[in-house]
């Protein structure tokens, strides 16, 4: 995998539009629109929900984000998993390590379920654009839905061709987005030019001091105009940090000026449906059926981004051993970074049509939003806090301060639970059920394995090599460690006398940082028996054909352990569900299937 090369001023800031911003970029289509279904569109109303959202965008993102959170990285990276392995670096309590690797979990099941209802109410809200055309005012809304279904399908289904050959416009083309944004913002602003004004804070409390209880269920809508702000952290390994907060200046003042300019419209406009579509209709209603196709196209992009770093979690955690090994494609020459898993491609896109029949309307999928984007923000902030507190503790007062303000914002989104919110918990306890179950089910299965250290392993592999009986030619045996030796191996060797001229122990450790592949091959560690130990970095991906080829290596036959469970318990009857459904370790690395040889080990769990 190679790591991203310094870009150019400009293309570093184009490449992060297109890669980053989709999902917060997207954001102006529907939170508006959203917010005022709860409350009238009065001046005074205005003013303080668009206070909200500036500084909901200024603390929540810019603050959270681009400030405190990419200041923390492990070789450029960034997520939930580098926080963790930041984090673990200076725990040393075990109850402070299992409270790190549960956040984790629940950071990124949370990441995990916002990419489900992410694409959902994205090219949902913008195929709703339809109905402010005219003739199409009466277009059902089931043919809307299967509308945005078609786009949803096509989209998943092009997947596995691989993202890089039209990856080059998504730059180019969410920068047209955000410049039409600022300036359809602009034009409606400059009718008004006081609304600038809610830059100042005051107006957002005294909104709260007008409305009470009320602005509480309105703050769980405006927490949707910094959907997505976790992009920022979670994909600077792809770009950089200085590209993407670069980009993020822009893209901030577009948001605020488009918000504002919406705000405008509202006040001159109440009646309107969808404020976005509404105002560029009213400012150039020739220009308006070109925007509704740019707003798919931005919407398209989002899902994309979304899609995409969702493989790169799920991979993190195959890698990191979060998860179990699903089977991976890789779908660029250029760049290995470009993956596409199958299981978790079908799985997303099911999901997101379930939700769009599910909830219907936007409007309805903006109610049940949040949740699940609110609690990333607060695990975010928590873990940020642990971190500083062995770091940098000037900044503690300050990640105290974010995470306090987050936990307001996830307080509030519980009000949306009667309205269909729970499907956020429902859909992120799955990844969370199965993090849960695997971890604990592999360290189990290790303890109830009984290995051998290679000290005990190497006295009777002496006797029977020694008895002269071998097999001619060389055959490969893969262990989690080095040093330890898997029941597979002692059945085949010293239980069935199955030894070859060569025998060859391969180990594969992930290592903390993201890139780089290391081998170290020692030969004659014991008569005929040599280690090659491949260690790589959590992203890496390892093609052990050619360390092989390079360590001159010409395998026969190749071995590898399969263990059968049994048990009565129904948490490790799911487990054993789980590792009959994924493929195993060779099937994972793509090894010669004419030269594999599984060995079967019975357990009891």
Known sequence: MKQPEPESFWSGVIKSMGLVFGDVGTSPIYTLTVIFTLTKPTYDNVLGILSLVVWTLTILVTVEYAWLATSLSSKGQGGASVLREILLSHLKSGRAIAFAGFLTFMGVSLLLGDGVITPAISILSAVEGMLIIPGMENLTQTTLIVIAAAITITLFVFQSRG????????????????????????????TMPDIIKVVNPWYAIKFFQHHGFAAFFVLSEVILCATGGEALYADMGHLGRKPILRAWCFVFVALVVNYMGQGVFAIQHPEAKHYLFGMVQNQASFLYIPFLLLTVVATII?????????????YQGITTRLMPLMKIDYTSRKLQSQIYIGAVNWALMISVIFIMIIFQKSSNLAAAYGMAVTGSMTITSLMMIMIFSHTTKWKVPIALTVCLIDFIYLASTFTKLPHGAYWSLIIASVPFLIMLIFTKGQKKLFRRLMPLDMKTFLISYEQVYGKGKNIAGSALFFTHQGTVIPPYIVHCILGSNIIYENNIFISITRTEDPFGVETRYQQNFGSGLHLLDIKAGYMAVIDIEKKLDEN????????????????KNPIWHVFSVIKKLSPNFVQFHKLPAKKLHGVVTRVEM
């Open 163 to 190: 993202s890089d050959r039209i990856a080059a416009a998504f730059g180019p083309i969410m920068l047209i987005w955000f410049s039409i944004l600022a300036l359809s913002g602009l034009a409606s602003l400059l």
């Open 302 to 314: 989002a899902s994309q981004s979304i899609i995409s770093g969702v493989f790169s979690i799920v």
């Open 552 to 567: 001159g290596i010409k395998e026969k036959i190749i071995f590898y352990g399969v263990e059968d469970i049994a048990t």
